[in-house]
């Protein structure tokens, strides 16, 4: 109930509002400028005369004759073959999905259910392994992995990155486990099944809410990967993100910069729709650590 | 659970952690205890009229065969570590000899290049960190006292710099502050400098990347704080009205103590993810001014032609040292912690 009192215009109030206003233009703005911007032409989007150039596209009416142009769009994903490193992230995404969920599902119910003493070490060793930055472990794989020749294929990088994906998962499917109550899948032992299946038909059908938060966070980590994927891939095998550091380097020299804003429009979208549907969840997986401790 | 079960529900998990985290701490050591071969000379006469001179030259064959017997290099030790490229024992201490003030002995420091990146990587993580758990929470609360119908747009609005990934977002930034883009040629025009660029001088690319670290992890403190401040109990609140507290005291008194154990593990998160800061210096290629240990080891792996494993691997080493030492208050606490709650 808002009284009088509480829903009064204080200077306080009001510079918060402005605060928080300013913050939203400032998270909001540079993606609608390049979003907007990825329709123009270089001369458009980087233009050093007139910054309105890029909001009305006055060298884009002169080059190509309307305000809006597709032509970076064509460019990237066709002539740089972008949706090539789609298909690559698309494929390297979903296994890392899949395989962590299966192995963090299992490891995180159990570490919730084992009150030893070894089960809290895990966690531990987990902590650190989650803090380490993640280029540390790229440069001890380097070397085994170009002597066994699994270096550069998508596979390996899968695996690679469903390890760098066990410690959070782990710890978030853990805390999600632990809220499950342990009545549910003991008393189910009680009548006689086994712990897996007790896991398999009591829990399996009431963790989906935990699972599908955790999943989205493994589908964020994947798909943003840039250092595992910049090192382990060979450059035909390559996934959205290095592919857009790589367009950098060559499409710079060949004033084609609208390529590699196209790809990066690009790559943000998909994001864009994930939040739009799963807002709720990234912000309970956010603080699913935190409010519980 | 028994300990046979656990066994098996755990091994998948395990196993993946063991073979690609703990081993590849491992061969990190292991590598970087080897340095690269030498290539095998070979001393040849040639004699002449004029009597012999010996030439030297590089056996191909006998380099390549070395270096397909031992990969790794030949053994050096921790002389990796100590050399001038890492901890710079020697040149840390003719700088202390050799320089009369603080001051030039501070920038003998600053130029050896794992000092040079530590330095950036520590300032980067202990502005960001504490910056964004003060803005991110005062968004928090304003969010919370914007109309109902506000605050999920706002929230949604507020994810994207989050979730994007930091070479993309950076990249996006990099675009408008460029001294072509919207900021950039507005500065350079307020200004009246058009050689003023963000990435000429060292401070203002250290700014600059400081500025893009707070926009991207913002989010995630303004969310869990509001997450937070749900939980504040309505009663505690009117308490402290009814005891004439003004709104700021009430901030201060009530509601920053109830959110104490999320600020600690906000900045837990914050630091973990502020220490491997990377991805921005490839986007805003401020590599000239502002290099980080994350930056350092890819640039020894990126080495054309001629990786610097053991260089690369003694970074990485000094690197989860660091982390870990950072991390220790946190972990001592945990296992506080849990060892009160066991018994």
Known sequence: ?293 | MKHRTFFWFILPTLSAMILFIALPIVSVFVQSLFVAHEQVLVVSESCGPFGCTPTTSVDLEATEKLREEAPLGRFNGLGTYFNRSHLAIAEIGEAWASSDSLGAFWSQIYNLPFYNALIFTLTYTFVVTPAVLVLGLAIAVGVNNLPRALKGPSIFVSLLPFLVTPLVGSLILFWMVDGDGVIGATIQKIFNDPSLSLKASTALTWIMLIVYGIWHTLPFSFITFYAGLQTVPDDTLEAAQIDGASKWQTMIHVVVPHLMPLVSFVTLMLIMDNLRVFEPIVSFSAEAHARSLSWVIFNDLRESGNPLYASAGATSLLTIIIVIFLMMPVLVRTWRDFTRKSH
Request: glycine letters at 6%; a neutral charge; proline letters at 4%.
């Open chain 1, 1 to 293: 109930m808002a009284t009088k009192a509480q829903s009064r215009m204080t200077p306080l109030k009001l510079f918060s509002y402005t605060f928080v206003a300013l913050w939203l233009i400032i998270a909001a703005f540079p993606f609608f400028w390049t979003f907007w911007g990825s329709f123009k032409v270089q001369a458009d989007f980087l233009s050093k005369a007139d910054w309105r150039n890029a909001l009305y596209g006055a060298n884009t009416i002169a080059q190509t004759g309307s305000a809006f142009t597709a032509e970076a769009y064509r460019g990237a994903w066709i002539d740089e073959e972008f949706w090539f490193n789609f298909k690559n992230t698309g494929i390297v995404v979903f296994f890392t999905v899949v395989i962590s969920l299966t192995f963090g599902t299992l490891g995180g119910y159990a570490l919730a259910r084992s009150g030893f003493r070894y089960a809290f070490w895990i966690l531990m060793a987990a902590l650190v392994f989650r803090a380490m930055p993640h280029i540390t472990l790229v440069s001890g794989y380097l070397l085994p992995f170009f002597e066994w020749n699994v270096w550069g294929i998508l596979p390996t990088t899968i695996i690679v990155l469903v390890a760098i994906n066990q410690p959070f998962t782990l710890w978030m499917l853990h805390s999600f486990f632990k809220n499950i109550p342990k009545d549910m899948d003991e008393s189910a032992m009680v009548d006689g099944c086994t712990r897996f299946q007790a896991f398999r038909y009591v829990i399996v059908p009431v963790m989906w809410p935990g699972v599908i938060t955790t999943g989205l966070f493994s589908f964020l980590l994947a798909y943003n990967d840039f250092t595992v994927a910049a090192m382990l891939l060979s450059e035909e095998n390559e996934t959205i993100i290095p592919a857009i550091n790589s367009f950098m380097g060559t499409t710079q020299v060949e004033g084609k910069v609208m390529y590699a804003v196209a790809a990066v429009v690009s790559t943000v979208a998909p994001l864009f729709v994930l939040i739009l549907f799963f807002q709720r969840q990234i912000v309970s997986g956010l603080t699913a650590g935190a409010v519980k401790g």
